[in-house]
């Protein structure tokens, strides 16, 4: 029996003035943060929140996140974190899918939320600055939970269907802690920071709460500013920062006049969500001090499944090896395993595999075999076991380090009424590794300027969904069943039409 929050409240008893979290020029100890959670973990009971409960958080980097995920958690809830840029439709589709109990949102960033449960009869909390938080009403500790409780739903898509819910249970989240405690060799005098969503699975269980779990504290950046984040290395003397691809790129450009010495407590750059040139790994190392090291996971496996160990020489294309309690397989298309070196679908077994899609048994059973995840990516184990990442069998978009699933774009598409066929790719993107982009053939008669379906787009879908790059043609490439086959799309022409096609 455990409770994700309970290291929340055992730093706070033994070190209460220890600083948790930093954001904007404040910090916030391990007691204030104890005292904000158990505050709402107290109202949440009183409201009628039952262990197993969902509930949906909406909100940015700000403490004010920690101090309520850590409050939800404390009260038993099973806790489900959405993008702070999701539409009422968006919100309205999870909130529906997972029977939400409860919506819970950042006042800045409440509309959608709100308006998703004034529809519905849900009750719905605007979360203000911490200081203005009532916290004369506390719990004296949380709920205690079976290490299989659902603590995080994190909804995640392939590139057919809706949008499913990954369930990760309690043990899960311990079992992350455990392998990062042998991965990462956290120190109380280390500094941790990030200027990563929380509502990601990266930025919530691989940052902050590795950081509350090991009592150090973390820094938050809201939104992410290259020149920002660089200064936030230096200033608060971080010792691990952690991020995607798009943000060393970004900071590398911010920081040209820095050098080793600006930020010499440094000590690891953990990088995730795209693979990274190795030109800029070198370019970091140079510039920064340290090396960037790289992992790699899903949502289904709480954000991570291997890492590059700190004592071994990172390898050019490779992603590191399984983490503490994890195994890594590469299979054939029957299941079967390869040799070292082959190509075949990468598949993942331990304690950090989700139990499942909510309410999807179909969707589970297709991913999940004796404890084995399909991850539906391609790759390669080397003889000292480290994994390259060679390809992706979904037709998943990332961009920036966001997943974009085409199926998703696609339907708000097929709504438009001069639309008659769409397929939605991935164009290579130098600055966000892939962009989005949209082939589409409109019904006959039809125009559509690209920047208006662009405008149309934008009222339904969140801002890093939007495809920026439209084409328009007369029939798209199918195969003997109809089938559209993506694969022969033009990327060329998508990338033609950056400045506007027909």
């Not at 700000?62 to 099973?78: D, N, Q, R």
């Amino acid at each position: 029996m455990s409770n994700v929050a309970d290291a929340v409240f055992a730093h706070a008893f033994s070190e209460p003035d220890r600083v948790a979290v930093r954001a904007a020029g404040r910090e916030t100890t391990f007691g204030a943060l104890r005292d904000a959670a158990a505050s709402l973990a107290a109202r949440a009971a009183q409201a009628g929140v039952r262990p197993g409960d969902r509930v949906l958080l909406v909100a940015p980097s700000v403490p004010e996140f920690v101090a309520a995920y850590y409050g939800l958690h404390a009260a038993g809830a099973t806790v489900i974190t959405m993008n702070v840029m999701a539409t009422t439709r968006e919100v309205a589709y999870v909130v529906e899918d997972a029977d939400v109990r409860l919506v819970v949102a950042w006042h800045e960033t409440a509309a959608a939320a709100e308006r998703t449960a004034a529809e519905r009869g849900l009750p719905s909390w605007t979360l203000g600055p911490l200081d203005g938080w009532d916290v004369s009403e506390r719990v004296t500790a949380p709920v205690d939970l079976p290490d299989d409780a659902t603590a995080l739903i994190i909804y995640t898509s392939g590139t057919t269907g809706r949008p499913k819910g990954a369930e990760l249970a309690v043990s899960a989240l311990a079992a992350i802690v455990d392998a990062a405690e042998h991965a990462l060799e956290f120190d109380e005098d280390d500094r941790t920071g990030t200027a990563l969503p929380l509502f990601h699975v990266f930025g919530q269980v691989m940052v902050m709460h590795l950081a509350i779990s090991f009592g150090t504290s973390v820094s938050l950046l809201h939104p992410f500013d290259p020149r920002a984040l660089v200064d936030m290395i230096r200033d608060d003397e971080l010792t691990i920062v952690s991020g995607v691809p798009t943000m060393w790129i970004a900071m590398l450009h911010a920081a040209a006049d820095a050098t080793p010495d600006d930020f010499s407590r440094l000590r690891l750059a953990s990088s995730g969500g795209a693979s990274l040139p190795i030109e800029v790994i070198r370019a970091f190392e140079e510039r920064f001090g340290t090396r960037i090291r790289e992992g790699y996971g899903l949502s289904e496996t709480c954000g991570w499944a291997t890492f590059t160990p700190l004592d071994a020489e990172p390898k050019t294309g490779a992603v590191g090896r399984a983490v503490h309690g994890v195994e890594i397989e590469v299979r054939d298309m029957d299941g079967a395993p390869l040799p070292t070196g082959e190509v075949g679908e990468v598949w993942i077994r331990g304690p950090i595999v989700m139990k499942g899609y909510w309410n999807r048994p179909d969707a589970t059973a297709d991913v999940l075999r004796d404890g084995w995840l399909r991850t539906g990516d391609l790759g390669t184990l080397d003889e000292d076991g480290d994994l390259r990442i060679v390809d992706r069998l979904k037709d998943l978009i990332i961009r920036g380090g966001y997943n974009v699933y085409p199926s998703e774009v696609e339907e708000v598409l097929y709504e438009h009424p001069d639309i008659v066929e769409a397929a939605v790719v991935g164009v290579a993107d130098p600055t966000y590794g892939e962009e989005v982009g949209a082939v589409v053939v409109l019904r006959q008669g039809a125009e559509l300027a690209p920047d208006t379906l662009r405008e149309w787009a934008k009222e339904r879908l969140s801002a890093y969904k939007v495809p920026r790059l439209f084409h328009v043609v007369d029939a798209l490439p199918k195969g003997p069943s109809g089938k559209i086959l993506k694969r022969a799309i033009d990327r060329d022409s998508l990338l033609g039409a950056r400045a506007g096609s027909r």
